[in-house]
Nanobody, 123 residues
Framework: QVQLVESGGGLVQTGGSLRLSCAGS????????VGWFRQAPGKEREFVGG????????EYADSVEGRFTISRENARNTVYLQMNSLKPEDTALYYC????????????????WGQGTQVTVSS
């Protein structure tokens, strides 16, 4: 099993950048695909992007395509979400989640979840 901890959230102005980190426990973290999700108050948790176990495959929601980039350092058991050109609509609690092998856009496909890190984008 894997445990996940998100960090890097904070307050940023519109157009600014943040880099979120998802730290996983143990060497087996490198065997998992990781997805990033976000949830605003009163809204459903939605897919942001995902990365395969090797980092060779990445996918993004249309709403963040071209602005967000996912990468991973398996030696450090860490996946990153680089967020650029942030908009107020990006304000949400951001979660990382893990599943075996390949990412999925369906949150129910993920087995392990972190506690989330808050991102707030001021207008």
């Amino acid at each position: 099993q894997v445990q996940l901890v998100e960090s890097g959230g904070g307050l940023v102005q519109t157009g600014g950048s943040l880099r979120l980190s998802c730290a996983g426990s143990g060497r087996t973290f490198s065997d998992y695909a990781v997805g990033w999700f976000r949830q605003a108050p009163g809204k459903e948790r939605e897919f942001v992007g995902g990365v395969s176990w090797s980092g060779g495959y990445r996918e993004y929601a249309d709403s963040v395509e071209g602005r967000f980039t996912i990468s991973r350092e398996n030696a450090r058991n860490t996946v990153y979400l680089q967020m650029n050109s942030l908009k107020p609509e990006d304000t949400a609690l951001y979660y990382c989640a893990a599943r075996v092998t390949v990412p999925s856009q369906n949150r129910y496909d993920y087995n392990y979840w972190g506690q989330g890190t808050q991102v707030t984008v001021s207008s």
